[in-house]
């Protein structure tokens, strides 16, 4: 958490002039346009100091427009050292803020009492394409509209704006459905919260849990990972479960009856010790 609030919080100070500088104009456009970006690192920092998964979601969306338009004021002027050291920070940025431990931080913020949530990975087949659009389409037609508005554009910039508010709210609610997935320790055991591969939630009661550990290549287990990849987890119990997986569009569902469940925590070493300080059978092999 610490690099991702230092790395936010020097931008302005190593960045902040290559990114000035970059605007055409001098007059009130230019004015605005800087105090947009003032306005943008600072809920960007905010969300860097909030253990919440709307901040997390904020967070994550703001993170990659600094290398982005670091690397665009580069191509237009001749960064100082100053400004290399903050493409170098800007760059580090996104990386840290989509790190497994940050998002456990802040989605764990979320739980009360003796909770503690550990989020879960996100499905493959998002990872390379549909994020990186999504994330596009939310942010490009705002960013296009400070451009403008630093040209003193005033009629093209307010409709890019207006398209702009837009395109980010679907854009920030497509991506918070990631940051609302998790497996959620509870007095009594453990709870999945996963709207992309389930209808509603489903409990994994401790008392039942034979074995919490790393899948076997040959489990028959019921798939509740939406596709994710890395290290899978396993959650065998010794009696039946009713799951009702996610309805997808044009298709219907119904219960299926199981005694083991795959999962897909981002931090799965972190998981299963958590689960043993909570007397949850694990085994690691």
Do not use: K, N, Q
Request: charged letters at 15%; aromatic letters at 6%.
């Amino acid at each position: 958490m610490w690099v991702w609030r230092v790395t936010w919080a020097l931008l302005p100070v190593t960045l902040g002039e290559l990114l000035a500088d970059s605007f055409d104009s001098s007059g009130i456009g230019r004015t605005l346009a800087v105090a947009i970006l003032w306005a943008a690192w600072a809920v960007g920092l905010a969300c860097t100091l909030t253990p919440d998964p709307r901040a997390l979601t904020t967070g994550r969306l703001l993170a990659p427009l600094p290398v982005v338009a670091g690397a665009i004021a580069a191509s237009l002027s001749e960064p100082t050292a100053w400004g290399w050291a903050g493409l170098v920070l800007a760059a580090v940025v996104p990386v840290v803020a989509m790190s497994a431990p940050v998002g456990e931080w802040a989605i764990d913020g979320a739980s009360y009492g003796d909770e503690h949530r550990s989020p879960l990975r996100c499905p493959a087949v998002l990872l390379f394409g549909p994020l990186e659009v999504t994330w596009l389409i939310g942010v490009a037609p705002i960013g296009g509209a400070v451009v403008l508005l630093a040209g003193e554009r005033w009629v093209p910039a307010a409709a890019l704006a207006v398209l702009g508010v837009a395109t980010a709210t679907l854009a920030w609610r497509s991506l918070h459905r990631l940051a609302s997935r998790a497996l959620v320790f509870v007095p009594t055991g453990i709870t999945l919260v996963d709207a992309l591969a389930l209808f509603e939630p489903i409990p994994l009661p401790r008392r039942a849990i034979t074995r919490l550990g790393p899948a076997p290549a040959d489990s028959a287990a019921l798939d509740l990972t939406a596709g994710a990849t890395g290290l899978i987890l396993e959650v065998a119990l010794d009696e039946e479960l009713s799951v009702v997986p996610a309805v997808r569009r044009g298709a219907t569902t119904e219960a299926v009856a199981t005694r083991a469940v795959l999962v897909a925590p981002t931090r799965p070493g972190r998981f299963l010790e958590i689960a043993e300080d909570r007397r949850i059978a694990v085994g690691r092999t």
